[in-house]
């Protein structure tokens, strides 16, 4: 079936680096894409989104990347602060899918002080 | 002002026995959520209404029923809990196409 996966379910960086978090979709109709966080105990927070007529979305101190070619996208965060360190999920809309939100399997980021 | 509230937050209870969770949440969405969510953190979607009517009903087995009394409001019951039921449980609301979740209850069935 269809599936949004990540390629690392777990990353370490070092504080005030720049941290890549990447994720592979296979839907071809998904049309809207969202990046959540997860900090322990806690449930998902929606971090930034990005609509498929779009390559690049910016927000504070994060970025989305999607390259629909090859079905790809990513978050980038820049200066990685230790209150960054959650568990990270990609989601997807399929266009025309309801109200289902197609959730990754996460990657959990590590901020080494 | 807990924008979604879950409650409780740690539930500990025997194989056999029935227990509901409830959920509310105060933006003012339509859309709601129940989803499981299991030791290795994957989310998986189990129930959704959409002003008091279910529109999504995943394979989940027919122990757990939701319930919406109103679409503020969107409890989940699981009968004859099992083992396997043990995970964290979060309700969720959505606004246009971003969700918004609860801080979830952590099910431990023993």
């Known amino acids: 079936g269809e599936s949004v996966g990540l390629h690392l379910p777990t990353l370490s960086v070092q504080e005030g680096d720049n941290s890549i978090i990447n994720c592979a979709y296979s839907?071809?109709?998904?049309?809207?894409f969202i990046w959540y966080k997860q900090e322990s105990g806690k449930g998902p927070q929606f971090i930034i989104d990005i609509r498929s007529n779009m390559d690049k979305r910016q927000g504070q101190r994060v970025t989305v990347l999607l390259n629909k070619t090859v079905k790809h996208l990513s978050l980038q965060i820049a200066a990685t602060q230790p209150g960054d360190s959650a568990v990270y999920f990609c989601?997807?809309?399929?266009?025309?899918?309801?109200?289902?939100?197609?959730f990754g399997a996460g990657t959990r980021l590590f901020v080494k002080a | 002002d807990t924008a979604v509230s879950q409650t409780p937050k740690y539930l500990v209870t025997q194989m056999g026995n029935d227990k509901s969770i409830k959920c509310e949440q105060n933006l003012g969405h339509d859309t709601m959520y129940w989803y499981k969510q299991d030791s290795k953190k994957f989310l998986k979607i189990m129930f959704s209404y959409n002003n008091k009517e279910l529109i999504i009903n995943e394979t989940v087995p027919n122990r757990f029923s939701p319930k919406s009394p109103d679409k503020a409001h969107l409890n989940l019951h699981i009968n004859s809990l099992e083992l396997g039921d043990s995970a964290v449980y979060f309700c969720a609301s959505m606004a246009t196409e971003t969700q918004y979740f609860g801080p979830g209850t952590r099910l431990l069935v023993l």
């Open positions: 989601a997807e809309n399929p266009h025309g899918g309801g109200f289902k939100t197609i």
């Open positions: 839907n071809s109709a998904s049309d809207y």
